[in-house]
């Protein structure tokens, strides 16, 4: 099994600044992408960030130009700096990674536990 686990949240004033962490661990032949979710009470997930071998960063709209995801590969770990929060990005964050146990196997979606956000006014 791949396991995550994420930390870095916490209480934030607005216009702070929180970077979270997330480590895979476990049985992991390759990392194929990592990405940030996140859902707020009463609201559906939503993609946050996520980084792919390969390619470009992708962001939601909402968070373009404030968030920053990068990825420590030798570590299976991927990092998301949060600057410029707002109350707005009071959430819980999911750390999800695209693994493979076995290199004949396709890739599964893993989830971490949840890390909370909260961002005063």
């Known amino acids: 099994q791949v396991q995550l686990v994420e930390s870095g949240g916490g209480l934030v004033q607005a216009g702070g600044s929180l970077r979270l962490s997330c480590v895979a661990s476990?049985?992991?032949?390759?990392?194929?992408?990592m990405t940030w979710y996140r859902q707020a009470p009463g609201k559906q997930r939503e993609l946050v960030a996520s980084?792919?071998?390969?390619?470009?960063?992708n962001y939601v709209d909402s968070v373009k130009g404030r968030f920053t995801i990068s990825r420590d590969n030798a570590k299976n770990t991927v990092y998301l700096q949060m600057n410029s929060l707002k109350p707005e990005d009071t959430a819980s964050y999911y750390c999800?990674?695209?693994?493979?146990?076995?290199?004949?196997?396709?890739?599964?979606?893993?989830w971490g536990q949840g890390t909370q956000v909260t961002v005063s006014s």
């Open positions: 476990g049985r992991i032949f390759s990392i194929d992408a």
């Open positions: 999800n990674a695209l693994a493979r146990r076995w290199s004949w196997e396709k890739a599964y979606d893993y």
């Open positions: 980084i792919a071998s390969g390619s470009s960063p």
